[in-house]
């Protein structure tokens, strides 16, 4: 009882006296695998910021922020290091960070690369205090780590059927039954085509979800979920139209039988009980540079848990892995391998679920001869 005692009191000094030092970001521009076609633009490359939270007490806590074009790189690495400075001396508190840099920023506006860049020190911040610990980031917030139930979605895009049928049986043998394909061709039929298709090459026991990058219209939004409607089996439909449009994407859930999922754009908790009250959806996958880290993350799974709605994320599965045990309506994790060439030691799949790293923290460390390979 002593020692478990004394355990517990070093732990809570390491937190009480853990403060920031300083906050280090690095532009790492990694190649991958499967580039990526969507209605909306290519991804041949992983455009990363590696964020490191440096502690007075030698403690470094670790995130990542995928900036989406290599060119958004720069300013998202220039808003991490000025929030740093902000907040050398400061105690490693990611609620009280997040209300400091909040007032700081509240006059440009708390949305797109300024949020990502305070959900980057959010989420560095988590782990450093997961370390002082000990512990998982799941345990530190009151849960129990496990086995989390993911779809692959790193492929599947815009491309020749042959291709297509290819890279999906690929994508099941990487020990998945679920994957996610990118629609938005030009044409519905090519559409359709390319649903069938896919079907047919992973058979009925894979889960399949679709995606349409926000490439259509309400109107045929519409027209092509009663299209997918009539095919059966898919188990959503994921961003229909335009991200901010609640009020057409309402519509368009009213319209379609398959369920609708957005949620990776929303802006902070804020713009999620904003689409909740437009009831636009029937599931929310959201983001964790754009919700808030992970205190925007578990705020959020109170709005899902309100709502009686489904919870899936979307991207950063390593993170994910330890936030969706501690979610109440946990749904589905996406699954995507871009930060892999830079990390230790990647996350693990088996049959269909991702083992979350039993580290303290969030887990996750850098492989540093990697991250000089791929340093802009």
């Excluded at 997961?130 to 779809?151: C, E, F, K, N, S």
Aim: neutral net charge.
């Amino acid at each position: 009882m002593r020692f478990a005692k004394s355990l517990e009191e070093g732990a809570l000094k390491n937190v009480s006296t853990l403060k920031v030092r300083r906050v280090r970001a690095r532009p790492v521009v990694v190649p991958m695998k499967l580039p990526l076609q969507t209605a909306t633009g290519a991804i041949g490359f992983a455009p990363l910021v590696l964020v490191d939270v440096e502690t007075t007490a030698g403690i470094t806590g670790r995130s990542y922020l995928f900036a989406i074009g290599r060119h958004n790189l720069a300013p998202i690495v220039d808003l991490v290091l000025a929030m740093g400075e902000m907040l050398a001396g400061d105690a490693v508190a990611p609620f009280e960070i997040e209300k400091k840099l909040r007032a700081k920023y509240t006059l440009l506006g708390v949305h797109n690369i300024v949020l990502f860049a305070m959900s980057g020190i959010d989420m560095a911040a988590w782990d450093a205090l997961g370390q002082a610990v000990g512990q998982p980031v799941t345990r530190l917030l009151g849960g129990v780590p496990r086995p989390v139930r993911a779809y692959n979605s790193k492929g599947l895009g815009i491309m020749p059927l042959p291709k297509l049928v290819r890279e999906a049986r690929q994508l099941v043998d990487e020990g998945f039954d679920a994957v996610k394909l990118r629609l938005g061709r030009p044409d519905a039929a090519g559409d359709l085509a390319a649903v069938r298709a896919v079907k047919k090459a992973i058979g009925p026991g894979v889960t399949l979800m679709c995606d349409f990058n926000q490439g259509l219209t309400v109107a045929e939004a519409i027209r092509r979920g009663h299209m997918i409607d009539d095919e059966g089996g898919m188990h959503w439909i994921e961003e229909p139209i335009r991200a901010d449009d609640f009020e057409g994407c309402a519509k368009v859930a009213d319209e379609v039988a398959t369920p609708i999922q957005v949620g990776e754009n929303f802006m902070g908790p804020e713009q999620m009980a904003q689409a909740l009250a437009a009831q636009c959806c029937d599931y929310v996958m959201p983001d964790l540079q754009r919700i808030g880290g992970v205190t925007g993350w578990m705020r959020a799974t109170a709005l899902a848990q309100a709502a009686g709605i489904e919870m899936s994320s979307h991207l950063f599965h390593e993170v994910s892995a330890q936030l969706l045990p501690v979610t109440p309506t946990c749904h589905w994790l996406e699954y995507v391998d871009w930060a892999d060439p830079i990390l230790e030691e990647p996350v693990a799949v088996k049959r269909g679920f991702v083992q979350p790293l039993e580290r303290p923290g969030l887990g996750m460390r850098w492989d540093e001869k990697a991250v000089r390979k791929y340093l802009v």
